[in-house]
């Protein structure tokens, strides 16, 4: 990701609102389609990307340049998706009453390939998983991160993370062979 | 056929391919009235101020204040001087204008000789 300028980070420290603006150009992107596949829901992530940026300005002035701002706007992300999602049960009960709906159309891989659209089998697929969880798994498939990157934001082991993503993949297997080999419900 | 849905690259694939989203135009406003609606607290004032040059203006002010009150208001007594000067000025006075009987007047006058 391409970094802001060093003087707009400064401003924003300043608390100078129209180059928080410059930053929040630069970085809204990212931060809202992270949200969005966090949440697969676009109210949410506008909610989520509201939050995030609130955040940002208002811890910025910790910012030390001790590292990339990029990285540091990630963790805070993260950190920011992992605990608005447990805090509000909304969210949750919203991706229930979706995914019961998708629940019903499944019957065989034909039926899923065929009957969902992209956004309800990331859904379905992520559904059992909880926030941290869902996290891990985002940032290795959707965004192809290695171990070490993961780790490194997430400030744990590499070996642990590649570990809880493999457990958390073959979870996801035995869900989705549960789910295929009932009788769909029509 | 389920053991090639069930492999990393068939499953995770609706993943990778969310196309991403265009983000809401009036995302910033809300963003900014959110800002607005929480101003910094007092303690996040504070850190506004650059702390730093404030203390060092402090210790500045201290030193010189310190250096002021030494050199006029304050100075120092010189205890043996006074001393002497007491000791002249009335012990011997005393000794000298020794009167049998130290009346009344001459307390007075002792009482009001000045001698700073």
Known sequence: MEQVERGVIEACQQGRVEQFKVLYDHYKDFVYNLSYRFTLHEEQAEDLTQNIFITVYKTIKSFRFQADFSTWLYRLSLNQ?????????????????????????????????????????????????????????????????????????????????????????????????????????? | MNEKFLSDETLFEPLKSISPLKVPAELWDKILSGIEKHPPLWHERLSLVPLRLVGVAGVVMIAISSIVFYWSKGERVDYNALNNFLYENIVEAEVEDQDPVLGEENYSDFLERDIF
């Not at chain 1, 019903?104 to 309800?120: H, P, T, V």
């Not at chain 1, 192809?144 to 570990?163: C, F, H, N, R, W």
């Open chain 1, 81 to 186: 998706l992992i605990n608005d999602k447990k805090k509000t049960g909304v969210f949750s009960k919203l991706e229930e009453n979706e995914a019961g709906l998708e629940r019903k159309s499944i019957g065989s891989f034909q039926d899923y390939e065929a009957g969902l659209e992209n956004r309800e089998k990331v859904r379905l697929l992520l559904k059992p998983l909880m926030p941290e969880e869902k996290i891990l798994l985002i940032l290795k498939e959707a965004y192809e991160m290695e171990y070490e990157k993961i780790a490194d934001l997430l400030q744990i082991a590499p070996g642990t993370v590649k570990s809880k993503i493999h457990r958390i993949k073959e979870r996801i297997r035995k869900t989705m062979k549960n789910l295929l080999a009932e009788e769909p419900i029509r």
